[in-house]
């Protein structure tokens, strides 16, 4: 039954007191939205002054009230030779039973919901200030933690103040540029009740240092771990009670051009010591980084060139297909889409054996050692050169289990924890005499894992950048 809903801004909750006939309702679609001053639904791009849909009071219409809407309704299709009844309020005074007022308050200004909670202290400040020499050198300092970023970048953290994050551009322009597009994704979820997804609160804190303002983030930290083999298998962990959260991240993306997709950017959040829904968790996505806006299609599906991961790439195959849905009914060329999804099915896939080799060679924790049988290793290849490819093996042995050990993390995946690069081999980079493979493969080291890979002591080299090698363990 469709019914007409009439909005009534108010300034206190007490206003909304009625005669014994309006009763409250419950439940209602649309409790908590956004709306605008006369009730009408409004998008992200609207600039206006946003109301909060708080309650509904409702009541049945009298006989009178019926009678007299069914001859309104009446008149109004006679006189319009018909046409009238195509239209959704004409029917409303036909079909609606009851009568309905939804009461709205003004909503606070979207800066100061994302300013909710972050409290800059005189003595936040006074240590961030003195730090500045550390922070724009990039050198650690004591209480003082330094987070990886490109080279324009610092992000950093302190001991005194665990609850928070410090993101800074050497640009102060581009500081304030990403504050604002914290803004807009934080007005965009208020007005489209995003509530499955999770922007971290935030508030800009001007520094002075040397004669120049800099423009610093203090932002909410998150409990979460954003390693990418991590959150690949969280997602894939909780797919199933994921699916609305991933619905509107792809709507997200489609609205606002959100491009920078990674695991590590938009990682799952989960509850802590919070009510069930049917029986399973309800997390959350994050949305760790929004300062790149560069298309709907790169943040759904992904690029290749200045690579990005895309949505698609970050579920399971069938949540693939809900994101193309959402991008069609949002109007976003899906041509992108077959590419992308192949790409994940491939990967999945191959997870799927890396998880087989795990089983079949006992790895549970991933802090297994890798064991080789050097002297029984055949290099009838290259039989001048045996005794040179029997120590580099004994080498790269020794090198990948000092590797696998020095993660210590515990709450590393097995597939992250031997997930390792093997470099400081100068020595065992030089091509085997008589080797006719090409350079990635024609040294000793190339050689070598190529035989682990063969045999099943690795599961995998990944890829080689100037002699430094990326293998799956």
Partial sequence: ????????????????????????????????????????????????????????????????????????????????????????????????????????????????????????????????????????????????????????????????????????????????????????????????????????????LPVEYQRKRYEIIAEEKLDINPTESVQEELFLKHAASLDDAIRQLAFLIACTGLSDIELRNNPILLPRNSPMSNGSPQPKIALLDLEEMDGPETGLFGRIWAPRRGLVRCVNERQGKIIEEVARKCGISTKKFAAAHQWRKEELAEMQNLKNFYLKNKITTGKEPITVDVEALQFTEYPNAKVKLKQVAKMLVKKINEKIAAKQADDLPPKGRRCIWIEELDELSPRIPGSNEDADNGTYIGYILNKFQSIGVIFKRIKTIANKYYIQA
Avoid at 84 to 102: D, G, H, M, P, Y
Avoid at 138 to 148: D, F, P, S, W
Wanted: overall charge positive; some cysteine; hydrophobic content about 40%.
């Fill in 1 to 204: 039954m469709s019914i007409f809903i009439t909005v009534r801004n108010i300034d206190h909750i007490n206003e909304m007191n009625f005669s014994n006939d309006w009763k409250d309702a419950e439940s209602f679609p649309g409790k908590n939205r956004i709306v605008g001053p006369n009730g009408e639904k409004i998008t992200s791009s609207y600039k206006g002054k946003q109301y909060q849909v708080i309650g509904q009071k409702e009541r049945n219409f009298t006989r009178e009230e019926k009678i007299c809407r069914k001859i309104l309704a009446i008149v109004v299709v006679i006189f319009t030779l018909g046409i009238a009844i195509f239209f959704q309020s004409v029917r409303n005074l036909l079909t609606q039973e009851k009568a309905k007022i939804r009461f709205a308050v003004a909503a606070p200004p979207i800066e100061k919901e994302l300013n909710k909670g972050i409290d800059i202290s005189e003595e936040m400040v006074k240590k961030i200030h003195n730090c500045m020499r550390y922070i724009l050198q990039r050198q650690e300092e004591k209480g003082m933690k330094l987070y990886t970023s490109r080279e324009t970048h610092r992000i950093f953290s302190f001991g005194r103040f665990p609850r928070l994050i410090f993101k800074m551009d050497l640009s102060p322009s581009n500081t304030i540029e990403r504050y604002k597009k914290m803004i807009d994704v934080t007005n965009a979820c208020r007005i489209y009740a995003l509530d499955r997804l999770r922007i971290p609160r935030a508030k800009l």
